[in-house]
């Protein structure tokens, strides 16, 4: 039976509400623990391989570009869409794992797989990726010249796919000439994602030699058996594991980590044995059928198949699809329509998302709305600025939501019946709002657009529900890697380019102290369609204002407990070292002047 059909009888009408409810139910019950195991890998696949074997420094590996190779044959046999690196340098093997990030964390369903062959280090309990052209003079400089193995991991956290499969074939000897500093082998798994696999070609400390034929004894073992149809994915590794074992004699024993609990078959489930044939009655045929994961950022009537129904936000099952090409069409509420071809597999399950956001359902910005902001790592701070913008750092941030201008005056006196702005106009930013000013405000705007608000308020007390789907503040680094451009970067000085007149307000084109805030969006937008955020008014952040650590992070949000919070950005009274997109500010939360605004973000 397909569902979706639209009431044109009591009786239709009953079913129909049945399905809403069906629908309610399942989104309700997909925030709570699954209570068996349930099988994934119907949706998209991605895959990330790369295979370093020419070092410049380093000598020659034989096969980890075989490896390579090899693998990534195997991934596309068995349905992966695959990014193959053979001797990459440090910015390919960085820019890879962020399209890989983004890939996945366009459906729920998705499978990502990473895999890596080549020289690996581990340092303080971190494991390095070493890029084919490393020169890395000591131990130090591991964690700017190479990729932490971590913040692969953390990437695809960030993504909230399904399931996840990283294979580290990198326990080789120590090349470098420092390595009595360091430990054998690779270290145990740090921080591993929720739904992933984590497999290493030997265990923690070992080593696992090149190897004498075309592939090393792991990767030569796990081809065999991806290519395996019946074998769920855990059978995989623990198949590869004994053969490996056995063909060291021992020697080699890999190492699996699993944080994956349901079910996969990446090379099909088994095939039930043929049974007596039977004459099907009257000619009947029974046509092969599938199902659909709609993934909605905005309520609106969904139509697949020729039916329809008003659905909410959220993640919307369609079952018993026939199998094949299918037209999937939302319609929202201003009249936008968004339409996406995908095939459904017989048996099967097939994705797709859609991410509009109607610019009524954001009455806290009515002027330009909000642009959708994809998660990825970048670079964070910068070694040619202030002292506080060092060391740079590598961050992931997942995606959001984001303002696309400043809140502006009309908007926030309609929520508050306050506007405590100096220069006053409708389409100018808000101003003299303090830190507390903006967190209310971002409550208040949640509980009017019927989303969970995220701060906890009590007095001088904030405490941030990092659950909740509300507006909230961005924290520093949201906020820096949406003026960089995102996973658009381009590299720019400041938000939207090198020319700060063209993109931002500031001392020389706003008349210096004698000047005033302008309306906001009239100055050119970055590569994310976001204004202002060079120039016109500071931003408070969320964080505290703190020293940046030099390690790798995921999601930070700035220092436990100080004085003052982060502003960002420069304000029409500012210079252009203020307004780059690296530079950093603060005041103490409860501070209003008339530099000073905010914009908001949201999770997806």
Known sequence: MRRLRPPSSPNALSAFGSFIRLV???????????????????????????????????????????????????????????????????????????RLGNNLSQSADSTGFFFYAGH?????????????????????????????AQSVLDTLQGARNALNLVVLDACRDNPFSWSRSSARGLSVVGSQPPGSIVAYATSA?????????????F???LLKQLRTPGLEIKEVFNRTGAAVQSASSGKQIPAVYNQFFGNAYLAGSRTPAAGPSATPSFGTVTAATGSLSVKLASPGTLSVGGLSASVPAG?????????????????????????????????????VSFTYVPAERIPGNS????????????????????????????????????????????????????NPSRFKGDDLPVERVSWFDAVAYA????????LTPSYRISGTSVEWDRSADGWRLPTEAEWEYAARGGDKSRG??????NDLGKVGWFTDNTGGKFGNTHPAGKKAANELGLFDLSGNVWEWCWDWYGSYSGDAQYNPSGAVSETSRVIRGGSWNSGVSNARSANRDHLPPDDRNIFQGFRLVRNP
């Open 120 to 148: 690996g280090v581990q340092s303080g309990g971190v494991n390095y990726l070493i890029p084919a052209d490393a020169r890395i003079a000591s131990e130090t400089f591991l964690k700017t010249k190479a990729l932490a």
């Open 492 to 497: 720019h000085t400041y938000a939207g380019g």
């Open 205 to 217: 400390g070992s080593v696992a030699q090149d190897g004498t034929g075309r592939n090393g004894i």
């Open 24 to 98: 309610l139910i399942v989104l309700l019950l997909a925030r709570a623990p699954a209570l068996a195991a349930q099988t994934v890998g119907g949706g998209p696949r991605f895959a990330l391989v790369i295979g370093n074997g020419s070092y410049v420094e380093l000598g020659k590996l034989k096969n980890p570009p075989n490896d390579a190779q090899d693998m990534a044959a195997a991934l596309r046999e068995i349905g992966f869409k695959v990014d193959l690196l053979v001797d990459a340098d440090l910015a390919k093997m960085e820019d890879a794992v962020i």
């Open 315 to 351: 993640t919307v099952p369609v079952n018993d699809l026939p199998a094949g090409s299918h037209t999937v069409t939302v319609k929202y509420a201003d009249g936008k329509t968004e339409s996406f071809a995908v095939t459904v597999p017989g048996g099967g399950a097939a994705s």
């Open 219 to 221: 990767t030569a073992e």
């Open 443 to 450: 409550n208040k705007l949640s509980e009017r657009d019927g």
């Open 367 to 418: 002027l330009r709305g909000e642009s959708f902001v994809q998660g990825g790592i970048f670079r964070m701070g910068s070694e040619s600025g202030d002292s506080d913008e060092k060391p740079v750092h590598s961050v992931t941030v997942s995606s959001f939501w984001m303002m696309s201008t400043e809140v502006v005056q009309r908007d926030y006196s309609a929520l508050t019946g306050t």
